[in-house]
C-alpha cells in the first residue's frame, strides 16, 4: 500500500514510496538471523560468498514472506557489511579505489542487463554449468599453491591500462551480468578474477572486491527501496551484527595473509558447489 500527502485543499500529491511491514518474528528465530548475518559478514569480508548463508537463513527464518522482500532485506543487510569491510581494508591493504570503483560501475551495467534477461532462462541450466567452473577454480588453486600469495611472481606484474581494460569489461560487465541473471558466489568469483586479471595477492583482491560489492549492492538496494521490498527494521538490526562480522573478517584477513584466505576460499567453493548440487536434485 502506498501514502500520499493531502494538500491544503484535500487533493493528494504524488504517493510516497511503498512501505514493508513488518511480519511477527519469535526471539529465537530474530537470534538466530543475526547471529547468520554476523557469520555472512565475516565469510564475505574474508573471501565473499556470504550471501550464501545469509539469504537461506532468511528464507528460513521468514517462510511467508515474498521472495522480493527477502532480497532487498538482503541487500539493505549486505551492504552494511560489505561498506565496513572496505573501509576497514581501506586503511591497511593496498587498494586502487579508482579503478575498483570503475569496475564496480561495470559490474553495476551488468548486473543490471543480467536481471533483464534473468526472466527468460532457467537456473535448472545454469547451475550444473556454473558448478562445473567452481570444480575448475577448486581444482587450479589446489593445484597451483603459489596462486594468490604475494611472494608470487605474478604479482610483480605492473597493472598496465590493457589489464584494467580487461578487469573492467571481464570482471566488472561479465560478473555484473551473471550476479543479475543468477547469482550464487559473486563475490567469491570477483576475488578469483581479479586476483587472475589484475595479479593480486587475494588479500589484496578481497579488498577491491568489497569496493565492487558495495558499488553493486548500493544500486540493487536503491532498486528494491523504491519498489517497498525492504523489512527495514529487521535489516537495521541485522545490519549491526553483519558489520560486526565483516570487520572482525577483514581485520583476521590482514592479519593471517593470503593463505589463510585461500584456506578460506576452498571452503566456501566447495561449500557452494554442494549448496547448488542439492538445489539440482531435490
Known amino acids: 500500500m502506498s501514502l500520499s500527502l493531502p494538500t491544503i485543499d484535500g487533493r493528494h500529491?504524488?504517493?510516497?514510496?511503498?512501505?514493508?511491514?513488518?511480519?511477527d518474528i519469535s526471539l529465537t528465530t530474530l537470534v538466530v538471523l543475526c547471529l547468520a548475518a554476523a557469520a555472512a559478514g565475516w565469510i564475505d569480508a574474508v573471501v565473499g560468498g556470504g550471501g550464501l548463508l545469509l539469504l537461506p537463513a532468511l528464507l528460513l527464518g521468514l517462510p511467508h514472506v515474498p521472495a522480493a522482500h527477502i532480497l532487498g532485506t538482503n541487500k539493505a543487510v549486505a551492504i552494511v557489511g560489505t561498506s565496513g569491510a572496505a573501509v576497514t581494508y581501506l586503511r591497511k591493504a593496498?587498494?586502487?579505489v579508482g579503478t575498483a570503483v570503475r569496475i564496480g560501475l561495470a559490474a553495476l551495467a551488468g548486473s543490471m542487463t543480467g536481471a533483464f534477461f534473468a526472466a527468460g532462462i532457467s537456473?535448472?541450466?545454469?547451475r550444473p554449468v556454473i558448478m562445473v567452473v567452481l570444480l575448475g577454480v577448486a581444482?587450479?588453486?589446489l593445484l597451483r599453491p603459489s596462486f594468490g600469495?604475494?611472494?608470487?611472481?605474478?604479482?610483480?606484474?605492473?597493472v598496465t591500462r590493457a589489464r584494467t581494460v580487461t578487469a573492467i569489461v571481464l570482471v566488472g560487465g561479465g560478473i555484473g551480468f551473471y550476479d543479475g541473471l543468477f547469482g550464487p558466489g559473486t563475490g567469491t568469483f570477483l576475488v578469483l578474477a581479479l586476483t587472475a586479471v589484475l595479479h593480486l595477492d587475494l588479500v589484496t583482491a578481497s579488498a577491491n572486491a568489497k569496493i565492487v560489492n558495495v558499488c553493486t549492492n548500493a544500486g540493487a538496494l536503491a532498486m528494491f527501496a523504491y519498489q517497498g521490498t525492504v523489512l527495514?527494521?529487521?535489516a537495521a538490526l541485522m545490519a549491526l551484527f553483519n558489520l560486526?562480522?565483516?570487520?572482525?573478517?577483514?581485520?583476521?584477513a590482514l592479519r593471517k595473509g593470503s593463505e589463510f584466505v585461500?584456506?578460506?576460499l576452498l571452503v566456501v567453493v566447495f561449500s557452494l558447489v554442494a549448496k547448488l548440487a542439492f538445489d539440482q536434485w531435490t
Open 94 to 96: 593496498p587498494v586502487k
Open 139 to 141: 581444482a587450479f588453486v
Open 123 to 126: 537456473s535448472d541450466v545454469l
Open 149 to 158: 600469495r604475494a611472494a608470487d611472481d605474478d604479482a610483480k606484474v605492473p
Open 13 to 23: 500529491t504524488h504517493p510516497l514510496p511503498k512501505v514493508a511491514i513488518m511480519p
Open 262 to 264: 585461500r584456506g578460506v
Open 232 to 234: 527495514w527494521q529487521l
Open 244 to 252: 560486526a562480522g565483516a570487520m572482525a573478517g577483514a581485520r583476521m
